[in-house]
C-alpha cells in the first residue's frame, strides 16, 4: 500500500466538492481509498491509497484532467423539491443491515454482489407487484420479460456509451478457434490472473450487460409504428452498472433489480403519463408509510465535453426527478427516478406515431433492492408492525411463492441459514 498526495493544479470550491468525491474513484483503477485536503473550504489536494507501483506523476495527470472535465464545469442549483412525504424519518430500532446479514437474508457474493432470501426477497416481489399494478391497471402497460444481454450497438445508438461509459459492464466470449480453445486450456492453470488471461484470449461479444431495461424496449420498437398514438410497456429485470469502490451493500450494486415502465406517444400524452405515476407514486409512498421525498435531478454524465450542459438543461427543464428515501446511517438513496427524453429515442430507433410523426418517450424506474431496504430501514423487520396492505400481501401469495415465516431467531437477530 502506496500513499501519495496531489497538489491540485484547480481548487475545488467547497460547492464543487461532492461532484469530485462522486467521480475520483473513476479517475484511477489504482486508487482505493483517498482523503481530500482542504484550505478555507476549497479543496486544494487530494490524497490517495494506492496499490505498489502507482506512478505519482500519472495519478496528478488523471485527476486533475478528471476536475477539469468533469468537475469544475458542473453548474451547481439549490435543489429543487416537488414532493415532500407527510411521514417523518423514524427509523427502526436496532442495526437491521447487521440483522439482515446475520439471518442470511443479504449475503455478499463479492464486489457489488448480494444475494438475497427470505424476508427481503418476499418484501422485494411484494412492492415491485405494488407497482407492477399501478402500471397495468392505471396505465395498461403491456409486460414483458427482456434477455438479460442487450446489443452494445443499442446503446450507442441509445446515446450510452458517451454519456455513462463510467458504468459500463460489457459481455466477452473466447476467440472461436479450435488453436485458441486448446492453447487457453493448457496455460490456464499456471495463468496468475485469471481475468487478464481471459482477455488475451477474448473478444467483445458484441453485447453488454443492460444498465437499465428501457432500451429493450426501444430495441423492440425499433422501426414501428405505433397501432395508437400511445402505448405503455414495463419490464422487471437485472440491470448492471460499474459502481467502481462506490458500491455499499444493497444501496450501491453493480448488479441490481429494476422495474421500469416506458411510456411511447406523443410528447404532451407521454409527459402527462410521467406526471400522473408520479402521483400513484406519492399515493403509494403514503400507503407504505415512508418518510422521503422527491426532486428535480441529472443523470451522472461523465468523460464527455458537453456533460454540464446536459447535467444543466435536465434540471432546468426538469426532465429528471428523484424519488429520495432514508435508510440507516442518515444517509438516503434515489430509489425511483421519473425522466422525460422528448423525441431522443424515437428518432434514434425510427419509432413512429400512426401519422408518421415521431414518437415521443418517458420512463420511470425503480430500483427494487434499495425500496425494500428503505422500507425496513423505516418499519423494521417484525411484520405486524408492517402496514396493513403489506401485511395482507404477504399473507395472500400463491402458497408456491409463499411469504417467508419468521422464526423467533430472526426476530432475535439469530442467523437461520448456514453460511459458507
Known amino acids: 500500500m502506496s500513499r501519495h498526495r496531489i497538489s491540485l493544479r484547480n481548487v475545488v470550491p467547497a460547492g464543487k466538492r461532492a461532484a469530485?468525491?462522486?467521480r475520483i474513484f473513476y479517475a484511477s483503477s489504482a486508487i482505493e481509498d483517498y482523503r481530500l485536503v482542504e484550505e478555507a473550504g476549497d479543496v486544494i489536494a487530494v490524497e490517495v491509497v494506492t496499490g505498489p507501483g502507482a506512478d505519482p506523476a500519472e495519478l496528478a495527470r488523471k485527476v486533475d484532467l478528471l476536475i477539469c472535465n468533469d468537475v469544475l464545469p458542473q453548474r451547481t442549483r439549490r435543489p429543487v423539491v416537488v414532493w415532500r412525504s407527510p411521514h417523518t424519518a423514524d427509523q427502526a430500532e436496532g442495526d437491521v443491515w447487521a440483522r439482515l446479514e446475520r439471518t442470511a437474508a443479504v449475503v455478499e457474493m463479492g464486489e457489488g454482489l448480494y444475494?438475497?432470501?427470505g424476508l427481503f426477497t418476499d418484501l422485494l416481489s411484494v412492492l415491485d407487484g405494488m407497482l407492477s399494478e399501478i402500471a397495468a391497471g392505471t396505465f395498461g402497460a403491456i409486460s414483458y420479460r427482456y434477455p438479460t444481454?442487450?446489443?452494445t450497438d443499442v446503446l450507442r445508438r441509445g446515446g450510452y456509451l458517451d454519456a455513462f461509459p463510467q458504468f459500463l459492464i460489457t459481455a466477452g466470449r473466447l476467440h472461436a478457434d479450435i488453436d485458441s480453445y486448446g492453447a487457453f486450456v493448457s496455460g490456464l492453470e499456471s495463468a496468475p490472473d485469471t481475468g487478464a488471461y481471459l482477455d488475451r484470449f477474448g473478444e467483445h461479444l458484441g453485447h453488454c450487460l443492460p444498465p437499465t431495461m428501457c432500451f429493450h424496449t426501444y430495441r423492440q420498437l425499433e422501426h414501428r409504428k405505433l397501432p395508437g398514438d400511445a402505448a405503455?410497456?414495463?419490464?422487471?429485470?437485472?440491470?448492471?452498472?460499474?459502481e467502481s469502490r462506490y458500491r455499499r451493500g444493497v444501496?450501491?450494486?453493480w448488479d441490481f433489480t429494476i422495474r421500469e415502465i416506458v411510456f411511447v406517444g406523443d410528447g404532451e400524452r407521454v409527459a402527462g403519463?410521467?406526471?400522473?405515476f408520479m402521483r400513484e407514486t406519492w399515493r403509494l409512498m403514503d400507503e407504505l408509510a415512508l418518510p422521503g421525498h422527491a426532486e428535480v435531478a441529472h443523470d451522472p454524465f461523465f468523460g464527455n465535453e458537453a456533460t454540464s450542459e446536459r447535467a444543466l438543461a435536465q434540471q432546468l427543464m426538469e426532465l429528471k426527478y428523484e424519488l429520495c428515501l432514508p435508510?440507516?446511517?442518515?444517509?438516503?438513496?434515489?430509489a425511483g427516478s421519473f425522466n422525460l427524453h422528448g423525441d431522443k429515442f424515437g428518432s434514434a430507433f425510427r419509432i413512429t406515431l400512426p401519422d408518421g410523426t415521431t414518437a415521443h418517450t418517458a420512463c420511470v424506474g425503480f430500483g427494487l433492492e434499495r425500496l425494500t431496504y428503505a422500507f425496513l430501514s423505516q418499519h423494521g423487520l417484525d411484520v405486524d408492525r408492517w402496514p396493513a396492505s403489506v401485511r395482507r400481501r404477504?399473507?395472500?401469495?400463491?402458497p408456491a411463492e409463499g411469504p417467508h415465516r419468521q422464526t423467533e431467531g430472526e426476530r432475535n437477530g439469530r442467523q437461520r441459514i448456514p453460511r459458507g
Open 115 to 117: 444475494a438475497t432470501g
Open 394 to 398: 404477504l399473507q395472500s401469495r400463491i
Open 273 to 276: 403519463q410521467r406526471t400522473e
Open 232 to 242: 405503455v410497456f414495463t419490464a422487471r429485470g437485472k440491470s448492471f452498472r460499474f
Open 20 to 22: 469530485l468525491e462522486q
Open 327 to 334: 435508510v440507516e446511517g442518515g444517509r438516503s438513496v434515489a
Open 251 to 253: 444501496e450501491r450494486l
Open 149 to 151: 444481454l442487450i446489443s
